[in-house]
Structure formats: C-alpha cells, structure tokens
C-alpha cells in the first residue's frame, strides 16, 4: 500500500494551516512560559459588572465595583447603575436602598483618565440625570460611605436621602483643583444639607473634611467608627423597613413636592392627601391592641438573599 498518497492530504492540510498562521505560531513560539500563561489567563478572565446588585429582606445594596480604581465613575459605570436604577423604580420587593463601594473607597470622583481620553456617555448629561433618577427612587436611600467621596462621589451621594459614614471617611468637592465645573447637582443639593456658607467654603477651598466633621455640618446624617459601619447601616435600613412601605414613599414625594411649592401651599397639598392612604394602615392600626408594632408591608419583600 502506498502510505505516502494516504499521508500527503494530511501533511497538505497541515502546511497550509502552518503557512496561513506562520507568524503567529512563530511570536507563539518565542513568548517566555510565563508569559503564555498571562495570556491564557486574560483569556480566561471573565468580565465583573462594574455596579453590583444584591437583595436581601426588602432591602437592595448596589454597590459600585472598582476597588482597584477606588470607584471611580466612568460613563460604562454609570450606563449600568441607570439600568439598576430604573429597574429598582418598579420593584415593589424593595423597600430600601443602599449605595456604598467595593473595597476600602466609596467613591473616588470621576474618572480623570476618561475624561482625558474623551470617554462619551450615551448623552451629554446622562451623568446627572442618573443621580436624578437616583434622587427619584420611590424608596428610602441611604449611601454608606467609607474612604473617598469625592467631587462626582459626592455628587452622587448626595443623590440619596441618607448619608452614613465611617469616622476617618474624607469628603470633598475638588473640581476647582482640577479646574472643573460643577454639572452633577453640586451647587444645588450641598448648600441643601450644609446650608449656603458652608457650601461656599468647601467648594472655593476644595476642602477634605472627615466623615466625623461631615456629620457635625449636617453632610452625613450620622458618623459611626469604621468597624461599626456595616452593622450601622443594616440596622437603619432594617428600621425603615420595618415601617409601613407606603408611609415612607409617601412622606419622600410630599418632601420632593413641597420644594416647588410655596410653604401654604405644600401645607395644602399635604392635607388633600394627593398620594391616598397607606395600604397596610389598618392592619398596623388593629395591632396596636396588645400587639407588638408593624404588621405586614404593602408589598412582598423579598426574604431570599439574590445578588446580580
């Protein structure tokens, strides 16, 4: 039998596929161990969502996921908390929401080597209106705040209801040390909690104050020592669930409505009841009768721990 006619198909395929991929067998071949390994490792990398969402007893945690970068926001961070955002503006499973960040940094601002490279959003002030939405949730907020919060961090954080920090937390708006402008809500919603001449002061001066330093101007809501901050925030959050679901989302849109409003007004539209009554009000009512407060929530809550 003529083995090289059976053999010659086999050696023909072989050489083309050699002659087709000759250079790059031939960098292959001259790459160290190590480093092959490096490549088959990014190879095998597989890609973290840069906001996580996790769930647990009506309570949902997004939590901003660039330890290595201290948070910093760029617009593909921003284009994936806008998706959990609106999600969460639909979700009756949720009572409460909390914005904190992977690693030892809330958040560090914005991204100064995205913006350097021209990094776009999907508009031009899709940033902002994100912390809008934020600002928006039907539900209670609360960011829980531990390292930096910067500049657009702040911003940010400022977006929710609630801010609870850590004592040795740093807070600061440092656009004027980079020669930036404000367009995320800063000079509007840090003179709210701070008042005008506070505001004036750590936005001219680009100021670092403390976490215990924030809590006493009225920037935090309270300040706890580091090893206490996840236990102090899950037990707030635990308070306001524990209340009925609808009062809160009622008292956040009277609060929202009575800042366009004149102060006769909001009062007038706080007594014309405009969002109705809550729905679990008369059962949390009959158990005031010899029964231990909070009855059930007007909407599931999800009991089982998910994370996304």
């Given at each position: 039998?003529n083995?090289?006619?059976?053999?010659?198909?086999?050696?023909?395929?072989?050489?083309?596929?050699?002659?087709a991929?000759?250079e790059?067998l031939?960098?292959?071949a001259?790459?160290?161990p190590?480093?092959?390994?490096w490549m088959?490792?990014?190879?095998?990398?597989?890609?973290e969502?840069?906001?996580?969402?996790?769930d647990?007893?009506?309570?949902?945690?997004?939590?901003l996921n660039?330890p290595e970068?201290l948070?910093?926001l760029?617009?593909?961070?921003?284009?994936e908390?806008r998706?959990?955002?609106d999600?969460l503006?639909?979700?009756?499973s949720i009572?409460?929401?909390l914005?904190t960040?992977?690693?030892r940094?809330?958040?560090?601002g914005?991204d100064?080597g995205s913006?350097?490279?021209?990094?776009?959003?999907?508009?031009?002030?899709?940033?902002?209106?994100?912390i809008?939405?934020?600002?928006?949730?039907p539900q209670p907020t609360?960011?829980k705040v531990?390292g930096h919060?910067?500049?657009g961090?702040l911003?940010?954080?400022?977006g929710?209801?609630?801010?609870?920090?850590?004592d040795d937390a740093q807070?600061?708006?440092?656009?004027?040390?980079?020669g930036?402008?404000a367009?995320?809500?800063m000079?509007v919603?840090?003179?709210?909690?701070?008042g005008?001449a506070?505001?004036?002061?750590l936005?001219?001066?680009a100021?670092?104050?403390s976490?215990s330093e924030?809590?006493?101007?009225?920037?935090?809501?309270r300040?706890?020592?580091?090893q206490?901050?996840?236990?102090s925030?899950d037990a707030?959050?635990?308070?306001?669930?524990?209340?009925?679901?609808?009062t809160?989302r009622f008292?956040k849109?009277l609060l929202?409505?009575?800042?366009?409003?004149?102060?006769?007004d909001?009062?007038?539209?706080e007594?014309?009841r405009?969002?109705?009554?809550?729905r679990?009000?008369?059962?949390?009512?009959a158990n005031?009768?010899?029964?231990?407060p909070g009855?059930?929530k007007?909407?599931?809550?999800?009991q089982?721990?998910?994370s996304s």
């Amino acid at each position: 039998m003529n083995y090289s006619a059976l053999t010659q198909p086999a050696f023909h395929i072989f050489g083309s596929f050699v002659g087709a991929n000759y250079e790059g067998l031939r960098r292959l071949a001259m790459l160290e161990p190590r480093q092959y390994r490096w490549m088959k490792q990014e190879e095998s990398i597989v890609t973290e969502p840069l906001v996580k969402r996790a769930d647990a007893a009506g309570v949902a945690t997004l939590t901003l996921n660039r330890p290595e970068k201290l948070n910093a926001l760029t617009p593909e961070l921003f284009i994936e908390l806008r998706g959990h955002i609106d999600k969460l503006a639909d979700d009756v499973s949720i009572g409460c929401v909390l914005v904190t960040g992977a690693g030892r940094s809330f958040c560090a601002g914005n991204d100064l080597g995205s913006i350097a490279e021209g990094t776009k959003a999907p508009t031009p002030n899709y940033q902002a209106e994100t912390i809008d939405a934020l600002e928006s949730l039907p539900q209670p907020t609360i960011a829980k705040v531990r390292g930096h919060c910067f500049t657009g961090g702040l911003e940010l954080a400022l977006g929710c209801d609630l801010i609870v920090a850590s004592d040795d937390a740093q807070f600061g708006d440092t656009h004027g040390q980079w020669g930036l402008v404000a367009v995320w809500g800063m000079t509007v919603r840090l003179p709210e909690r701070v008042g005008t001449a506070k505001a004036k002061e750590l936005m001219y001066t680009a100021r670092r104050i403390s976490g215990s330093e924030a809590a006493e101007i009225g920037l935090a809501t309270r300040a706890t020592p580091p090893q206490n901050l996840d236990e102090s925030v899950d037990a707030l959050a635990a308070e306001i669930v524990a209340n009925s679901w609808d009062t809160s989302r009622f008292d956040k849109a009277l609060l929202a409505d009575g800042k366009t409003m004149r102060r006769s007004d909001a009062l007038l539209h706080e007594r014309s009841r405009p969002y109705g009554v809550p729905r679990d009000m008369q059962e949390r009512l009959a158990n005031v009768a010899g029964k231990k407060p909070g009855g059930s929530k007007p909407s599931p809550q999800n009991q089982n721990k998910t994370s996304s």
